[in-house]
């Protein structure tokens, strides 16, 4: 099984973006699955993550802007990124909550331009 995140780019300040989490396999197996993400020179960390009954839990720096769902027919979870900040550019995980070393994929990059 591998989670393989997609949807990332470059957005102005304000923007949004969808970014897909995509498990190859059936994404019931999870209890739950997270999104995480890791700014240039900071540490990786949780931003929101979904359990199997659909409950959600969200870092502060993102509730109100942030949402994340999932379509268990199309074993994908998104994350739905508004009014993004130049603070939300980071390479964007996705992965099991909590995380296992062998779901951690390359991410994709999220660019937040002022």
């Known amino acids: 099984v591998q989670l393989q995140a997609s949807g990332g780019g470059l957005v102005q300040a304000g923007g949004s973006l969808r970014l897909s989490c995509a498990v190859s396999?059936?994404?019931?197996?999870?209890?739950?699955v997270g999104w995480y993400r890791q700014a240039p020179g900071k540490q990786r960390e949780l931003v929101a993550h979904?359990?199997?009954?659909?409950?959600?839990n969200y870092a502060d720096s993102v509730k109100g802007r942030f949402t994340i769902s999932r379509d268990n027919a199309k074993n994908t979870v998104y994350l739905q990124m508004n009014s993004l900040k130049p603070e939300d550019t980071a390479v964007y995980y996705c992965?099991?909550?909590?995380?296992?070393?062998?779901?951690w994929g390359q991410g994709t990059l999220v660019t937040v331009s002022s």
């Open positions: 992965n099991t909550y909590p995380p296992s070393r062998r779901y």
């Open positions: 396999g059936s994404i019931s197996a999870f209890n739950a």
């Open positions: 979904i359990t199997s009954g659909g409950s959600t």
